[in-house]
């Protein structure tokens, strides 16, 4: 019989990214999203760090639980703004979630940056907490540079600005598998696959 791991998410592409993460990795896992357990309140990101906050989320979940669990913080990192939005990236406008304010007030802040100083990068710390309380937390980044207009209709966020380095297109104007392949959550998902084998599977 395989492990159940819980995602920190209510988010089903989340789960089905990991799902097939694993999968790839030959985890026998059975992987589930937080809607698993509707009746366990979403926590709080109180955390300072990338880190602190998927390790907020995972720890409550296996306590909860009593099974491991998963969890992820993400955003993105701008050079020239001292790693600005980072840990505040969906809540940058004021109000959680307003991809495109969020966005726009972005582009104002950075409106007279040259180009050779648009240097940015999506981060996410992934962590795995376990109810004897081990904790592991590995990290992906997807670096780039900011472009000075929104360009495609794909992906969410700030998606649609930023370039990946070697690239001619947006995030937004890759294909899911192409932007899959590359995504700072697909790096950090596919570095947590070893820990979960070793202490979960």
């Not at 999203?33 to 926590?43: F, K, S, T």
């Not at 409106?111 to 999506?122: C, E, Q, V």
């Amino acid at each position: 019989m395989s492990t159940r791991l819980i995602l920190a998410t209510r988010n089903q592409h989340k789960v089905a990214e990991l799902r097939a993460i694993l999968g790839e990795a030959g985890l026998d896992v059975e992987l589930v999203g937080a809607d698993a357990y509707p009746e366990i309140p979403d926590v709080p990101e109180t955390g300072v760090t990338f880190a602190e906050n998927a390790l907020l989320k995972a720890r409550a979940l296996a306590r909860a639980t009593g099974l491991p669990a998963v969890a992820d913080d993400s955003g993105l990192c701008v050079d020239v703004l001292n790693g600005a939005p980072g840990i505040f990236s969906a809540r940058w406008s004021g109000k959680h979630g307003d991809d495109r304010a969020n966005l726009d007030l972005l582009l104002a802040q950075l409106a007279d940056i040259d180009a050779a100083h648009r240097g940015a990068h999506f981060y996410c710390a992934a962590a795995l907490a376990l109810p004897d309380g081990t904790e592991r937390v590995v990290e992906g980044r997807l670096l780039g540079t900011l472009r000075t207009a929104p360009a495609g209709d794909g992906g969410f966020g700030y998606d649609p600005i930023l370039q990946p380095l070697g690239e001619t297109r947006t995030c937004a104007e890759l294909t899911p598998a192409e932007k899959n392949a590359i995504s700072h959550r697909g790096q950090a998902f596919r570095a947590l696959a070893p820990v979960v084998k070793d202490l979960v599977a």
